[in-house]
C-alpha cells in the first residue's frame, strides 16, 4: 500500500495525524505523512513522530521506498514504533519552508535562463542550477535584476494535473535533459507560476514568488564545454 503523500496538495500542512505500517531498522512507512522524500534536488524533511504517551522519535531524513511507500529514517538509537500504532508526525516547518522558498527561486530562475537543465540541488541555505550553455549571454547582475524583479512581482504559484499522454503531446514542458518525470500513475503534477513557468515537478513550493524573499546571484561557474552552474542564496536571513 502506497504511503498518502499529503504535502503534494497541501505543502503548508506541518503535522498530521498517521497510523504505522511498517517499522524496522530501515525506518518506518506510515499510511499518510506530510513528510517530502528526497527527489529532485530537495532533501527530505527531518522533524519527529510522537505517540500519544509522549514518546518521541526523531526522524533525520525521509526517502523513497517501493512501490509509492515513503519511509522516515529514525536517528540511530532511537526505539522503533509498534505496527499499527497511530501517531503524530511533525516536520521540522523552519527547514521545510526554506526548501520550498529555495525550490520555486530555482524554478524562476530557468524562466530567466531558458536553457536545458542538466543538473539540480538545493538546500535550506542555497540553491544551484546547471544548465546545458555553451556560452552565457546574460552576466551576473543581469540574472539578479530579473530574478528579483520576478520575486518582487508577487506571481501566484499553483499546481496543476495532466495525464502522461498529454505531457508526451508537449515534450517542451519538460526541462532536464537527463531525468525525465516517473510515470505509471497515469498523472503529472505540474508547476505553474502564473504563465512564467511552467514545468513537471513533484516538490514543495511557496504559494507566490514574494514569500521567497531576497536572493543573491552567488556565481556563474563553467563546469565543462557547455555547462554552466548558476548558484543563488538567501540574502538576509
Request: hydrophobic share 40%; charged share 25%; aromatic share 4%.
Amino acid at each position: 500500500m502506497p504511503t498518502d503523500a499529503l504535502f503534494r496538495d497541501a505543502p503548508y500542512e506541518r503535522s498530521c495525524e498517521a497510523v504505522v505500517m511498517g517499522a524496522d531498522t530501515d525506518g518506518v512507512v506510515l499510511d499518510r505523512t506530510v513528510f517530502y522524500a528526497t527527489s529532485g534536488g530537495q532533501p527530505g524533511d527531518s522533524g519527529r513522530l510522537s505517540l500519544a504517551d509522549g514518546t518521541i522519535f526523531d526522524v533525520i531524513d525521509t526517502v523513497k521506498g517501493d512501490n509509492g511507500k515513503i519511509i522516515h529514517k529514525l536517528a540511530e538509537g532511537v526505539p522503533i514504533p509498534a505496527v499499527g500504532a497511530t501517531l503524530h508526525a511533525e516536520i521540522n516547518w523552519e527547514r521545510r519552508h526554506r526548501h520550498m522558498r529555495m525550490h520555486t527561486c530555482l524554478h524562476l530562475l530557468t524562466a530567466v535562463i531558458k536553457a536545458p537543465i542538466t543538473g539540480a540541488q538545493l538546500t535550506d541555505e542555497k540553491g544551484r542550477i546547471d544548465f546545458n550553455l555553451p556560452e552565457m549571454t546574460m552576466d551576473k547582475a543581469e540574472i539578479q535584476a530579473r530574478l528579483s524583479e520576478l520575486i518582487t512581482d508577487d506571481h501566484p504559484v499553483v499546481a496543476n494535473w495532466i495525464s502522461e499522454a498529454e505531457l508526451d503531446a508537449r515534450p517542451d514542458l519538460i526541462k532536464t535533459m537527463s531525468i525525465r518525470p516517473p510515470v505509471g500513475a497515469g498523472q503529472i503534477r505540474l508547476i505553474d507560476i502564473d504563465e512564467i513557468d511552467l514545468q513537471p515537478c513533484g516538490g514543495t513550493h511557496v504559494a507566490r514568488t514574494g514569500e521567497i524573499g531576497n536572493v543573491t546571484v552567488r556565481k556563474i561557474e563553467s563546469k565543462g564545454k557547455q555547462n554552466r552552474r548558476i548558484s543563488v542564496v538567501f540574502a538576509d536571513d
